[in-house]
Protein backbone atom coordinates (compact mmCIF):
# COMPACT_ATOMS: atom_id res chain seq x y z
CA UNK A 1 0.00 0.00 0.00
CA UNK A 2 2.47 2.77 0.84
CA UNK A 3 4.30 1.11 -1.76
CA UNK A 4 1.68 1.91 -3.99
CA UNK A 5 1.24 5.52 -3.08
CA UNK A 6 5.31 6.46 -3.18
CA UNK A 7 4.94 5.05 -7.24
CA UNK A 8 2.39 7.01 -7.99
CA UNK A 9 3.79 10.11 -6.41
CA UNK A 10 7.17 9.49 -8.22
CA UNK A 11 4.67 9.05 -11.59
CA UNK A 12 3.44 12.33 -10.75
CA UNK A 13 6.33 13.90 -10.41
CA UNK A 14 9.25 12.32 -12.84
CA UNK A 15 6.48 11.57 -15.10
CA UNK A 16 4.56 15.16 -15.30
CA UNK A 17 5.34 17.64 -13.11
CA UNK A 18 9.62 17.56 -13.79
CA UNK A 19 8.94 17.14 -17.91
CA UNK A 20 5.98 19.92 -17.76
CA UNK A 21 8.85 22.36 -15.65
CA UNK A 22 11.50 21.43 -18.27
CA UNK A 23 8.83 21.93 -21.55
CA UNK A 24 8.24 25.35 -20.08
CA UNK A 25 11.73 26.18 -19.91
CA UNK A 26 12.38 25.10 -23.50
CA UNK A 27 9.35 27.07 -24.18
CA UNK A 28 10.52 30.37 -22.13
CA UNK A 29 13.96 30.62 -23.09
CA UNK A 30 15.11 33.19 -25.81
CA UNK A 31 16.05 31.20 -28.63
CA UNK A 32 14.30 28.35 -28.51
CA UNK A 33 16.13 25.28 -30.29
CA UNK A 34 13.45 23.45 -32.77
CA UNK A 35 14.74 19.90 -31.46
CA UNK A 36 14.22 20.51 -27.77
CA UNK A 37 10.79 21.76 -28.81
CA UNK A 38 9.94 19.00 -31.19
CA UNK A 39 11.65 16.46 -28.55
CA UNK A 40 8.83 17.57 -25.82
CA UNK A 41 5.94 18.24 -28.44
CA UNK A 42 6.92 14.15 -28.90
CA UNK A 43 7.06 13.16 -25.26
CA UNK A 44 4.08 14.45 -24.67
CA UNK A 45 1.82 13.37 -27.13
CA UNK A 46 2.94 10.04 -26.40
CA UNK A 47 1.88 10.81 -22.90
CA UNK A 48 -1.24 11.54 -23.81
CA UNK A 49 -1.52 8.30 -26.52
CA UNK A 50 -0.52 6.06 -23.42
CA UNK A 51 -2.86 7.62 -20.74
CA UNK A 52 -5.96 7.19 -23.23
CA UNK A 53 -4.35 4.01 -23.85
CA UNK A 54 -4.08 3.61 -19.91
CA UNK A 55 -7.69 4.21 -19.27
CA UNK A 56 -9.52 1.75 -21.86
CA UNK A 57 -6.99 -0.74 -20.87
CA UNK A 58 -7.12 -0.60 -17.09
CA UNK A 59 -8.78 -3.62 -16.20
CA UNK A 60 -6.49 -5.95 -17.83
CA UNK A 61 -2.80 -4.63 -16.79
CA UNK A 62 -3.33 -2.68 -13.49
CA UNK A 63 -2.98 -6.15 -11.87
CA UNK A 64 0.03 -6.77 -13.07
CA UNK A 65 2.65 -7.08 -10.23
CA UNK A 66 5.12 -3.94 -10.28
CA UNK A 67 2.48 -2.10 -13.15
CA UNK A 68 3.53 1.37 -11.54
CA UNK A 69 7.07 0.84 -11.69
CA UNK A 70 7.25 -0.13 -15.05
CA UNK A 71 5.28 3.08 -16.21
CA UNK A 72 7.58 5.02 -14.20
CA UNK A 73 10.70 3.17 -15.83
CA UNK A 74 8.92 4.11 -19.30
CA UNK A 75 8.67 7.85 -18.23
CA UNK A 76 11.82 8.00 -16.91
CA UNK A 77 13.52 6.12 -20.34
CA UNK A 78 11.00 8.97 -22.57
CA UNK A 79 12.63 12.25 -21.01
CA UNK A 80 16.38 10.91 -19.83
CA UNK A 81 18.94 12.82 -21.52
CA UNK A 82 21.20 9.65 -21.86
CA UNK A 83 18.68 7.49 -23.21
CA UNK A 84 15.94 10.25 -24.95
CA UNK A 85 13.31 7.18 -25.20
CA UNK A 86 11.10 9.70 -27.23
CA UNK A 87 12.38 10.22 -30.21
CA UNK A 88 12.82 6.06 -30.67
CA UNK A 89 9.30 5.20 -29.27
CA UNK A 90 7.86 8.42 -31.72
CA UNK A 91 9.24 7.51 -34.79
CA UNK A 92 9.06 3.81 -35.23
CA UNK A 93 6.10 3.11 -32.97
CA UNK A 94 3.76 6.00 -33.12
CA UNK A 95 4.19 8.12 -36.02
CA UNK A 96 3.84 5.14 -38.16
CA UNK A 97 0.61 4.01 -37.09
CA UNK A 98 -0.67 7.66 -36.87
CA UNK A 99 0.54 8.47 -40.74
CA UNK A 100 -1.25 5.21 -41.85
CA UNK A 101 -4.45 5.91 -39.80
CA UNK A 102 -4.38 9.70 -40.15
CA UNK A 103 -7.90 10.25 -42.87
CA UNK A 104 -10.10 7.46 -40.20
CA UNK A 105 -8.66 8.79 -37.08
CA UNK A 106 -9.64 12.71 -38.15
CA UNK A 107 -12.86 11.10 -39.47
CA UNK A 108 -13.54 9.56 -36.43
CA UNK A 109 -12.70 12.67 -34.30
CA UNK A 110 -14.99 14.42 -36.63
CA UNK A 111 -17.87 11.96 -35.83
CA UNK A 112 -17.47 11.86 -32.06
CA UNK A 113 -17.35 15.98 -32.06
CA UNK A 114 -20.45 15.86 -34.06
CA UNK A 115 -22.15 13.13 -32.06
CA UNK A 116 -20.91 14.54 -28.75
CA UNK A 117 -22.28 18.40 -29.89
CA UNK A 118 -25.80 16.52 -30.77
CA UNK A 119 -25.80 14.83 -27.56
CA UNK A 120 -25.15 18.02 -25.80
CA UNK A 121 -27.80 19.73 -27.43
CA UNK A 122 -30.21 16.97 -26.53
CA UNK A 123 -29.60 17.32 -22.81
CA UNK A 124 -29.45 20.67 -22.99
CA UNK A 125 -33.19 20.80 -24.60
CA UNK A 126 -34.66 17.77 -22.17
CA UNK A 127 -32.65 19.60 -19.10
CA UNK A 128 -33.99 23.27 -19.71
CA UNK A 129 -37.67 21.64 -20.65
CA UNK A 130 -37.78 19.84 -17.68
CA UNK A 131 -36.76 23.07 -15.96
CA UNK A 132 -38.91 25.02 -17.22
CA UNK A 133 -42.09 22.31 -16.25
CA UNK A 134 -40.72 22.17 -12.71
CA UNK A 135 -40.52 25.96 -12.33
CA UNK A 136 -44.11 26.05 -13.82
CA UNK A 137 -45.22 22.88 -11.41
CA UNK A 138 -43.83 25.12 -8.54
CA UNK A 139 -45.60 28.22 -9.23
CA UNK A 140 -49.07 26.82 -9.23
CA UNK A 141 -47.95 25.17 -6.09
CA UNK A 142 -47.20 28.51 -4.50
CA UNK A 143 -50.61 30.21 -6.31
CA UNK A 144 -53.09 27.34 -5.08
CA UNK A 145 -51.43 27.94 -1.27
CA UNK A 146 -51.44 31.51 -1.52
CA UNK A 147 -55.41 31.26 -2.39
CA UNK A 148 -55.57 28.42 0.43
CA UNK A 149 -54.16 30.98 2.96
CA UNK A 150 -56.32 34.02 1.62
CA UNK A 151 -59.43 32.53 0.81
CA UNK A 152 -58.83 31.45 4.74
CA UNK A 153 -57.97 34.63 6.07
CA UNK A 154 -61.16 36.23 4.19
CA UNK A 155 -63.28 33.32 6.36
CA UNK A 156 -61.42 35.17 9.66
CA UNK A 157 -61.99 38.53 8.83
CA UNK A 158 -65.52 38.00 8.31
CA UNK A 159 -66.16 36.03 11.52
CA UNK A 160 -65.95 37.79 14.63
CA UNK A 161 -63.19 37.07 17.01
CA UNK A 162 -64.96 36.84 20.11
CA UNK A 163 -68.62 35.77 20.71
CA UNK A 164 -71.09 38.84 21.68
CA UNK A 165 -73.25 38.75 24.33
CA UNK A 166 -76.90 38.71 23.11
CA UNK A 167 -78.43 42.58 22.13
CA UNK A 168 -79.92 43.87 25.00
CA UNK A 169 -84.00 44.21 24.68
CA UNK A 170 -85.11 47.43 23.58
CA UNK A 171 -85.66 50.24 25.61
CA UNK A 172 -88.82 52.00 25.85
CA UNK A 173 -87.02 55.20 25.28
CA UNK A 174 -85.20 53.52 21.78
CA UNK A 175 -81.86 54.33 23.17
CA UNK A 176 -79.78 51.04 23.09
CA UNK A 177 -77.85 52.67 26.02
CA UNK A 178 -81.04 52.97 28.36
CA UNK A 179 -80.14 50.01 30.43
CA UNK A 180 -76.90 51.62 31.39
CA UNK A 181 -78.73 55.05 32.43
CA UNK A 182 -79.43 55.93 35.39
CA UNK A 183 -83.12 55.12 36.34
CA UNK A 184 -85.15 57.66 38.60
CA UNK A 185 -88.18 55.46 40.39
CA UNK A 186 -91.60 57.07 40.32
Not at 10 to 37: D, H, M, Q, S, W
Not at 152 to 181: Q, V
Request: charged letters at 20%; proline letters at 7%.
Amino acid sequence: MLGEFITRGLVLVLGYAYPAFECFRTVEKNRVEIEELRFWCQYWIIVAVLTVLERIGDIFISWLPMYGEMKLALFIYLWYPKTKGTGYVYETLLRPYVVNHEPGIDRNFQELRARTWDLALYYWQNCTNLGQSTFFQIIQYLAAQSGKFSKTNNEEKNKKPYPTAAAPPPSPTGSPYFHLMPHKRK
